[in-house]
């Protein structure tokens, strides 16, 4: 049977899940588009499918087919996708040892490029701190290219994550140009073990994370550019860090 209703119970919830309350509440949110629905497949994150009429996906999951109208009502895109999938969240709190620290990240775009990065470039934990977007939003999902399903995510405080990596001995890296280091000169065991934090795109780290960091760090670069866009700066240091063999 084909769900044609706007007003099905189903379609209705899919809808819900465009906003975050709705995605906290039910710990679900939805992916859009083939390549999205299989990445989620492939991490076990996936729970059913609604596919537009007429198509059938080769996974061993529920597929439910919609009308281009049902689809067109749950997307968050101007051309609807042939199919959107729902997802739930994987809740994790491991803490590796080469951590990513996010607080108070705005844009999804932004939040996007440095989860990519972060999988790349082979990070094992990102922590996402309080006032930060969510990263489980369609636009972040979307920037991802479904690479969120590909790392371990921990919201956690940031205040009370500090103190845990001190007694774990894992050193805590935040960059400030005026005072750091080039991280190009960064030690091998510097790089295997580290939390690095990334601040806010207009006011960087705040300053109480600054002052319990053990290490500064810096992209150096010419006079002409005062700083670099938060994601692309990120993925420069991930790169640089990134110093362990395949």
Same mark, same amino acid.
């Given at each position: 049977m084909v769900i044609t209703s706007l007003d099905n119970e189903k379609v209705k919830y899919y809808y819900k899940l465009q906003k975050k309350k709705y995605r906290d509440l039910h710990n679900e949110f939805i992916v859009e588009g083939e390549h999205l629905v299989l990445e989620a497949y492939k991490s076990g994150s996936l729970k059913e499918i609604l596919v537009e009429e007429g198509i059938v996906l080769p996974l061993d999951i529920e597929q439910l087919e919609v009308s281009k109208e049902v689809l067109k009502k749950i997307s968050t895109l101007t051309s609807p996708p042939k199919? @959107? +999938?729902?997802?739930?969240?994987?809740?994790?709190?491991? @803490? +590796?040892?080469?951590?990513?620290i996010i607080d108070e990240v705005q844009d999804p775009g932004n939040m996007g490029t440095i989860i990519r990065s972060a999988v790349a470039f082979n990070i094992d934990t990102i922590v996402i701190g309080?006032?930060?977007?969510?990263?489980?939003?369609?636009?972040?999902?979307?920037?991802?290219?479904?690479?969120?399903?590909?790392?371990?995510?921990?919201?956690?405080s940031i205040d009370k994550l500090i103190p845990i990596l001190k007694k774990l001995q894992i050193p805590v890296y935040a960059t400030n140009v005026k005072y750091g280091i080039d991280?190009?000169?960064?030690?091998?065991?510097?790089?295997n073990t580290f939390a690095l934090i990334i601040g806010n795109e207009g006011s960087g780290v705040n300053p109480k994370y600054l002052e319990a960091s053990d290490k500064f760090i810096y992209i150096p670069m010419n006079n002409v550019v005062e700083s670099l866009n938060v994601g692309v700066a990120t993925s420069i240091i991930l790169y640089e860090m990134d110093d362990i063999d395949d």
């Open positions: 199919m @959107i +999938g729902l997802c739930e969240k994987k809740i994790d709190t491991t @803490i +590796g040892k080469r951590i990513l309080s006032n930060t977007v969510d990263v489980y939003s369609p636009k972040v999902i979307r920037a991802t290219q479904g690479m969120i399903f590909h790392v371990p995510i921990v919201f956690y991280v190009k000169k960064l030690s091998k065991e510097e790089k």
